[in-house]
T-cell receptor, first 113, second 114 residues
Framework: AQTVTQSQPEMSVQEAETVTLSCTYD???????LFWYKQPPSRQMILVIR??????QNATENRFSVNFQKAAKSFSLKISDSQLGDAAMYFC??????????FGTGTSLTVIP | DTGVSQNPRHKITKRGQNVTFRCDPI?????LYWYRQTLGQGPEFLTY????????KSRLLSDRFSAERPKGSFSTLEIQRTEQGDSAMYLC????????????FGSGTRLTVV
C-alpha cells in the first residue's frame, strides 16, 4: 500500500524567509505523480505544485519549488520569500497510476510578520 | 467554470439520522472523488466515479455509506444511521481521466453528529 509521511506537524517561518517542508512516500510503482496542496482556514484544497516521477527536473512554480529525490522517495517543498498568505496547512499527496490520491497528515505553516 | 461546489457547507444531525451531501463537479470533468478528512489528518479516500460508474470504494466506506452519480454529473453521498464517528469534513474533488494535473477540490461539507 502507498503511504505518504509528513514528519513535521508544524513549521514556522519569518516573512520573506525561506522554509522547506518535508515529505516521504512509499511505493513500488515507477510511474506516478506527486503534489503539494495548500489548505487555508477556509478549508478548500488548492494545488500548489506537481511533479511527474519520470521527470528528473524539479518542478518550480514562482516562489514554490520542490526537491524530488526518486531513489530516496523524498519530495520536499521549498517556499521562498514567504508571505503572510502562505500560512496554511500543506499536504503532500501521491497519485498512483490508478489515479487514487494518498495524502500525508499535513504540515501547519505559520508565517511570522 | 465555477469550480467544484458542495452542499451543504455544514450539517448538524442527531445520531441515527440519515444525511445526504451533494457535489457538483466542474462540468467537463469525468472523474469525481469523495474524501473524508478528520481534524489533524489528511483526506482519506472513500470512493470515486468515472462518469456514472463507481470504480472503486475504500474499506472505510461501510455499508451505511452509499454514493451515486446517476447521470455522470453531480454526485450524492448518503450516510445512513449516522454515528458520532462519522463527524468529519467530507470533500469532493473532480478531474479528467488521464490528466496529468491534480484534481480540483470543493470546499467540503462539515458533518457534526451529536
Amino acid at each position: 500500500a502507498q503511504t505518504v509521511t509528513q514528519s513535521q506537524p508544524e513549521m514556522s517561518v519569518q516573512e520573506a524567509e525561506t522554509v522547506t517542508l518535508s515529505c516521504t512516500y512509499d511505493t513500488s510503482e515507477s510511474d506516478y505523480y506527486l503534489f503539494w496542496y495548500k489548505q487555508p482556514p477556509s478549508r478548500q484544497m488548492i494545488l500548489v505544485i506537481r511533479q511527474e516521477a519520470y521527470k528528473q527536473q524539479n518542478a518550480t512554480e514562482n516562489r514554490f519549488s520542490v526537491n524530488f529525490q526518486k531513489a530516496a522517495k523524498s519530495f520536499s517543498l521549498k517556499i521562498s520569500d514567504s508571505q503572510l498568505g502562505d500560512a496554511a496547512m500543506y499536504f503532500c499527496a501521491y497519485r498512483s497510476p490508478g489515479n487514487q490520491f494518498y495524502f500525508g497528515t499535513g504540515t501547519s505553516l505559520t508565517v511570522i510578520p | 467554470d465555477t469550480g467544484v461546489s458542495q452542499n451543504p457547507r455544514h450539517k448538524i444531525t442527531k445520531r441515527g439520522q440519515n444525511v445526504t451531501f451533494r457535489c457538483d463537479p466542474i462540468s467537463e470533468h469525468n472523474r469525481l472523488y469523495w474524501y473524508r478528512q478528520t481534524l489533524g489528518q489528511g483526506p482519506e479516500f472513500l470512493t470515486y466515479f468515472q462518469n456514472e460508474a463507481q470504480l472503486e470504494k475504500s474499506r472505510l466506506l461501510s455499508d451505511r455509506f452509499s454514493a451515486e452519480r446517476p447521470k455522470g454529473s453531480f454526485s450524492t453521498l448518503e450516510i445512513q444511521r449516522t454515528e458520532q464517528g462519522d463527524s468529519a469534513m467530507y470533500l469532493c474533488a473532480s478531474g479528467r481521466a488521464g490528466s496529468n494535473y491534480g484534481y480540483t477540490f470543493g470546499s467540503g461539507t462539515r458533518l457534526t453528529v451529536v
